[in-house]
């Protein structure tokens, strides 16, 4: 972990968690809740932000927006699974599909607006390995 690294505040970090979303008060939101369960959180506003912190942070679990900018948000899949073969993917959507998408190499799917113990719950599974699928 580099010296620069934002600690949560209780001084030790645990598992990393990026949050790939073009909301900055979704963002903001997920940071903060995330922080206060000891977790490590990156912010990505962009996929290209995204990609680079992938490959230089190797987060333990992505909550990857479907819709980031004018992107789609799997375009990062390829970049995380050669990354990060093992970390936690969660989609989320504010679209109004009927059916989360199965796609291969998402471990789960979140639909906004979430709530927060949905949040957290599904970071937890993912980080421990466990299915998260809905």
């Known amino acids: 972990m580099g010296l ?12 990393t968690v990026l949050v790939v979303e073009d909301d900055p008060s979704l963002r903001m939101l997920c940071r903060v809740n995330l922080e206060l369960e000891h977790y490590r959180v990156l912010e990505a506003e962009t996929l ?12 333990d679990v992505v909550l990857l927006d479907l819709h980031v900018g004018d992107r789609h948000g799997l375009e990062l899949l390829p970049i995380l699974r050669e990354e990060g073969p ?6 989320l959507s504010g679209t109004s599909e009927a059916e989360p998408p199965q796609v291969e190499g998402v471990d ?6 979430f709530e927060l113990d949905d949040l957290t719950g599904t970071v937890q599974r993912l980080v421990a390995g466990q299915p998260a699928r809905p």
Do not use: D, Q
């Not at 290209?48 to 987060?59: I, M, S």
């Open 4 to 15: 620069n690294s934002k600690l949560p505040m209780g001084g030790t970090a645990g598992p």
């Open 48 to 59: 290209t932000r995204a990609e680079e912190l992938v490959r230089t942070e190797h987060p």
């Open 86 to 91: 093992k970390a936690g993917v969660c989609l």
């Open 108 to 113: 789960a799917f979140i639909r906004k607006p």
